[in-house]
T-cell receptor, first 114, second 112 residues
């Protein structure tokens, strides 16, 4: 079966711009979680969505937001980009009730802010 | 506050040797401890996981050892192969529905 699909794979943005990243979960997976991966901080939890509702949120500023659609696809948005937002953004999908045990991660979107 | 500390940061092992990566946690509410393997350009993939009710779990060449009183757990890779060269992350979570708290990662290189 198809894995978790993240688009785009690479993105270069200018400081101050905004960006939207997309994640299509494995078919049947209704939970989508987002993580930011940087060399200095490792993997940090951003938020989790289930049935179009944000169920859990990490310690990131309000510039980071997300949403989930009725088909379980999720998007995350970062507004007013800063150089420090350069990172690999990973999403993980899982079955309902299998968070975080059944996580399957996508390959990520590499965001570079210049 | 870093709740899961991982060491070493990098590790070089000869083919056939044993790779050992250690993690320590602070939050006694954690009850799920997975290890993830990440290759360049890929997302992390679950390797093996353990609950605190057992002290050891083995899957093939990979073994988790868990010490609840010391709040430590480790990954042992027996007969390490060049194909095992990757970054390994330990993690912890409190319960179903909780997020994963990750260690900072260990870059493993297995020399032929």
């Amino acid at each position: 079966k198809a894995g978790v699909t993240q688009t785009p794979r690479y993105l270069i943005k200018t400081r101050g711009q905004q960006v939207t990243l997309s994640c299509s979960p494995i078919s049947g997976h209704r939970s989508v979680s987002w993580y930011q991966q940087t060399p200095g901080q490792g993997l940090q939890f951003l938020f989790e969505y289930f049935s179009e509702t944000q169920r859990n949120k990490g310690n990131f500023p309000g510039r980071f937001s997300g949403r989930q659609f009725s088909n379980s696809r999720s998007e995350m948005n970062v507004s007013t980009l800063e150089l420090g937002d350069s990172a690999l953004y990973l999403c993980a999908s899982s079955l309902a009730g299998q968070v975080p045990y059944g996580y399957t991660f996508g390959s990520g979107t590499r965001l570079t802010v210049v | 506050q870093q709740q899961v500390k991982q060491s070493p940061q990098s590790l070089i092992v000869q083919k056939g040797g044993i790779s050992i990566i250690n993690c320590a946690y602070e939050n006694t509410a954690f009850d799920y401890f997975p290890w993830y393997q990440q290759f360049p350009g890929k997302g992390p993939a679950l390797l093996i996981a353990i609950r605190p009710d057992v002290s050891e779990k083995k899957e093939g060449r990979f073994t988790i050892s868990f010490n609840k009183s010391a709040k430590q757990f480790s990954l042992h890779i027996m007969d390490s192969q060049p194909g095992d060269s990757a970054t390994y992350f330990c993690a912890a979570a409190k319960s179903s529905g909780d997020k994963l708290t990750f260690g900072t990662g260990t870059r493993l290189a297995v020399r032929p």
